[in-house]
T-cell receptor, first 113, second 114 residues
Framework: SQQGEEDPQALSIQEGENATMNCSYK?????LQWYRQNSGRGLVHLIL?????REKHSGRLRVTLDTSKKSSSLLITASRAADTASYFC?????????????FGQGTTLQVKP | DAGVTQSPTHLIKTRGQHVTLRCSPI?????VSWYQQVLGQGPQFIFQ???????GRGNFPDRFSARQFPNYSSELNVNALLLGDSALYLC?????????????FGDGTRLSIL
């Protein structure tokens, strides 16, 4: 079963605007990751944030994590048409000593040129 | 350096058949995981292998099996295929297979069951 939910399910913006996607999860975590998936392709790792971190930046990406609310957000600034993709958050499974990732259902982002 | 490679890219099977999907991890990566992604949903964990041993198994029936070879490549086998097995099957590799590492995904095998 899915760990949590992304919100919104779909987002359409103009090039140059910022895009914010939210992720909620259900169980305690060690870390949370965000991935991007272009249509028909595999997932590409964007950023990993640990449970003791509140915010992390990578280029135009900013991720926040609020473990008290079991939620995370991904902000893409100054969006480009090439950012059009589906975005997934994924959490680890603290109940098992594995690399298992539990994914949300994703947010589909469309950036119009 | 080559990324994670999966073969075949597309496959069409009929109900009741079996299928073998293959994955080559990034050179030096010892862990391989398999995920199933149904259209419109996020990937769901099937298996993880590390150093040829099964480290984790998701909530999938026994029709699904996998193995990892000495060169760290992996196969996913699915027997008695059902219509519901139609999905994109993704392979991911990482150095040590821990959850605090990014996973590197291949482009998947698109399996269609008729």
């Amino acid at each position: 079963s899915q760990q949590g939910e992304e919100d919104p399910q779909a987002l359409s913006i103009q090039e140059g605007e910022n895009a914010t996607m939210n992720c909620s999860y259900k169980t305690s975590i060690n870390n949370l990751q965000w991935y991007r998936q272009n249509s028909g392709r595999g997932l590409v790792h964007l950023i990993l944030i640990r449970s003791n971190e509140r915010e992390k930046h990578s280029g135009r990406l900013r991720v926040t994590l609020d473990t008290s609310k079991k939620s995370s957000s991904l902000l893409i600034t100054a969006s480009r048409a090439a950012d059009t993709a589906s975005y997934f958050c994924a959490t680890d499974d603290r109940s098992s000593n594995t690399g298992k990732l539990i994914f949300g259902q994703g947010t589909t982002l469309q950036v119009k040129p | 350096d080559a990324g994670v490679t999966q073969s075949p890219t597309h496959l069409i099977k009929t109900r009741g058949q079996h299928v073998t999907l293959r994955c080559s991890p990034i050179s030096g990566h010892k862990s391989v995981s398999w995920y199933q992604q149904v259209l419109g949903q996020g990937p769901q964990f099937i298996f993880q292998y590390y150093e040829k041993e099964e480290r984790g198994r998701g909530n999938f029936p026994d029709r699904f099996s996998a193995r990892q070879f000495p060169n760290y490549s992996s196969e996913l086998n699915v027997n008695a295929l059902l219509l519901g097995d139609s999905a994109l099957y993704l392979c991911a590799s990482s150095l040590w297979g821990n959850s605090n590492q990014p996973q590197h995904f291949g482009d998947g095998t698109r399996l269609s069951i008729l």
